[in-house]
């Protein structure tokens, strides 16, 4: 469907909206349309997934091409990072070689990727593009990558979560154990103090008693050596 007309050099502001081409003084309706998150975050060395997502009016076939570029910050050079038909086909050279993977599925309408091992050099601009002719008009969504080091606060929020499964616990733990001994301890000094003698039975009982105290306090200490091991592990 094409409409052009005067009102064609004015624009239109409602196109996006409406899936409308203007080109060349003629306005297309899009058969294709592609989505991609505007704003990505990852970390360095975490692996980031870059988003973009299709709807065509076409059945899939060997002829859906998915290119993938990168524009650095500042600049307006492009850098084409993954082209896909049929098969897989990731940079072999530049700032992204070896590290892009796919992770997206045509016939799902995914044509997402992965960059793995990413630096604060790989913040910019991420362009997707698909083409499924007849389908081949479309927008063209861009995605800001922004790149940054984990801070204190993100680590802090580690030792919190280890303090959470860890600490309370063992904590709970301790205090169970020592009110329950506290408890038996009570008990022996009433007894004691009412001339109060323990029959054979009980003898084996109290026995039996401290062999069971004495493996919940190995439990204890053995908590406790795997906490410091653990906060050894983060720092």
């Known amino acids: 469907m094409q409409h052009s007309g005067a009102t064609g050099s004015r624009g239109c502001v409602l196109c996006p909206l409406l899936?409308?081409?203007?080109f060349q003084g003629v306005y297309i309706v899009l058969s294709l349309e592609i989505k991609a998150d505007a704003h990505v975050q990852g970390y360095v060395g975490e692996s980031i997934k870059l988003k973009c997502t299709f709807k065509s009016s076409s059945s899939i076939t060997d002829k859906l091409t998915i290119d993938w570029t990168y524009r650095p910050p500042s600049s307006s050079r492009t850098e084409s990072?993954?082209?896909?038909?049929?098969?897989?086909?990731?940079?072999?050279?530049?700032?992204?070689?070896?590290?892009?993977?796919?992770?997206?599925?045509?016939?799902k309408g995914d044509a997402s990727i992965s960059i793995k091992n990413p630096?604060?050099?790989?913040?910019?601009?991420?362009?997707?593009a698909v083409k499924n002719p007849p389908d081949v008009h479309h927008n063209i969504p861009v995605t800001e990558?922004?790149?940054t080091e984990r801070g204190f606060g993100t680590m802090l929020s580690s030792v919190a979560l280890l303090s959470?499964?860890?600490?309370?616990?063992?904590?709970?733990?301790?205090?169970?154990?020592?009110?329950?001994?506290?408890?038996?301890?009570?008990?022996?000094?009433?007894?004691s103090k009412s001339g109060y003698k323990k029959s054979s039975i009980e003898v084996s009982d109290d026995t039996d008693q401290e062999?069971?105290?004495?493996?919940?306090?190995?439990?204890?200490?053995?908590?406790?050596?795997?906490?410091?091991?653990?906060?050894?592990?983060?720092?």
């Open 164 to 191: 959470i499964l860890v600490f309370i616990p063992s904590a709970v733990v301790v205090v169970l154990l020592l009110v329950r001994m506290a408890r038996k301890s009570a008990g022996l000094k009433k007894r």
């Open 211 to 235: 062999e069971e105290n004495d493996c919940m306090m190995k439990l204890c200490v053995r908590c406790a050596e795997c906490l410091d091991s653990d906060y050894e592990e983060t720092y």
């Open 119 to 128: 630096t604060i050099k790989d913040n910019g601009t991420f362009s997707c």
């Open 81 to 107: 990072i993954f082209h896909y038909q049929s098969f897989q086909y990731p940079t072999t050279s530049g700032t992204f070689r070896d590290r892009i993977s796919w992770v997206g599925d045509v016939y």
């Open 19 to 22: 899936g409308v081409l203007f």
């Open 145 to 147: 990558l922004t790149v």
